[in-house]
């Protein structure tokens, strides 16, 4: 209780604001329910999106009642520089896996472009997750440091159209901290179903 009333004379002769150690802990903890709650509603987006996938097959199936389809394409593409060497890949698409890869002796970084999914998909929201993996190399200051960049993108497909999205690993620029360079983007790009 002393301390806090010192601070408090110490800031007001100084004129300096007085931010009370509680208020950044509730900030960090805000921070971390946050998060929290953001990672639980893309799982239960994607939990429902797989279920209604499921019950439309059935529905196909058993039901004899065709269901307006739509389609996607997705890959990957790498334009890292030449510090960051992918070492491994994992994409999940509505909490599904469609690729996983550990790569050896710079495999990973030799291809030009992945294909990571290609056929039909459900109208309507889904959710693509991935995690990639870099190896510092050819600096002192990043030989043998590991690099993860995990990220998820939302997305809509509605019947009748197809989707085409890239995923492009790039450096976020040359003047950040070398521990936020490596980073991700989405590509959409959508069209009717033939």
Known sequence: MGRTILLTIVAALLAVPVVAE???TDRGAYSVRVRDLEQRVNRL?????????????????????KIAGA????????????????????????GEPIYMKVGEDGELDELEQIRLFDGPLAPGDHVLGLTLEYRGQGLPYVDGYFFKVRSSHT????AGQAIEI?????????????????????????????
Do not use: C, Q, W
Request: avoid cysteine.
């Open 166 to 194: 890239d995923v492009v690993g790039y450096e976020h620029s040359k003047l950040a901290p070398i521990t936020e360079r490596p980073t991700v983007r989405y590509i959409e790009r959508v069209s009717d179903v033939d």
């Open 155 to 158: 997305f809509t497909v509605d």
């Open 22 to 24: 509680s208020d950044e």
């Open 71 to 94: 389609g996607a394409e997705i890959g990957f593409r790498s334009e890292m520089g030449p510090v960051f060497e992918l070492v491994r890949a994992v994409f999940v698409l509505d």
């Open 45 to 65: 987006k994607a939990d429902y999106n797989r279920a209604r996938y499921r019950l439309n097959l059935l529905a196909e199936k058993y039901l004899d009642r």
